[in-house]
């Protein structure tokens, strides 16, 4: 059974740090790529990071460029974002999704989603 767990989601004041995690199983996650997702009410879905596990070669938004890192620990089938500088427009659910493409390609080409983790991020 394929699984993607998401954790680190929380409440930040403006400027604060969290780290996200993505727990894969039940794929081989070398095949994948592994991309970050967030859906604020009201909003569409939008792309924030993506990781190619077999190469490790990434890619962001251009809303979060310099204050957001993804990586990877394939022993760990684990993907994180790192997200620093936060502000209030991060405030969102966000999600991870695995699909057999290259990053970082839209959502509907993503095989696999987790149930979402919530970050707030407060002024």
């Known amino acids: 059974e394929v699984q993607l767990v998401e954790s680190g989601g929380g409440l930040v004041q403006a400027g604060g740090s969290l780290r996200l995690s993505c727990a894969a199983s039940g794929f081989t996650f070398d095949d994948y790529a592994i991309g970050w997702f967030r859906q604020a009410p009201g909003k569409e879905r939008e792309g924030v990071s993506c990781i190619s596990s077999s190469d490790g070669s990434t890619s962001y938004a251009d809303s979060v460029k310099g204050r957001f890192t993804i990586s990877s620990d394939n022993a760990k089938n684990t993907i994180y974002l790192q997200m620093n500088s936060l502000k209030p427009e991060d405030t969102a659910v966000y999600y991870c999704?695995?699909?057999?493409?290259?990053?970082?390609?839209?959502?509907?080409?993503?095989?696999?989603w987790g149930q979402g983790t919530q970050v707030t991020v407060s002024s």
């Open positions: 999704a695995a699909g057999p493409l290259a990053c970082p390609g839209p959502a509907p080409l993503y095989d696999y």
